[in-house]
């Protein structure tokens, strides 16, 4: 099982980004995917969940409006796009799914 984060970077606020997460080694489509967040010296905080098949999805209140969820179950990978974005979303992004998670990718808002 693994799986790998891509996207992240540097960017100005009320930019955007559109992180991805690419998974293998079991059958990725069956199961709901979470994306979580950690900013240094803080406790990791979930920020979005899709279901299998993407029928719901679900966001943290400090993104719902300005993060979208979606999944291609084609290419084993779920996106996190990222609008507006603050100063306040720098962290590092984790995926997670079937138990595991990824290594992250790291997000910097800043002017």
């Known amino acids: 099982v693994q799986l790998v984060e891509s996207g992240g970077g540097f960017v100005q606020p009320g930019g955007s980004l559109r992180l991805s997460c690419a998974a293998s080694g079991f059958t990725f489509s069956i199961y709901p995917v979470n994306w979580y967040r950690q900013a240094p010296r803080m406790e990791r905080e979930w920020v979005a969940r899709i279901t299998s098949g993407g029928r719901s999805t679900v966001y943290a209140e400090s993104v719902k409006g300005r993060f979208t969820i979606s999944r291609d179950d084609a290419k084993n990978t779920v996106y996190l796009q990222m609008n507006s974005l603050k100063p306040e979303d720098t962290a590092k992004y984790y995926c997670?799914?079937?138990?595991?998670w990824g290594q992250g990718t790291q997000v910097t808002v800043s002017a």
């Open positions: 997670t799914t079937f138990g595991s």
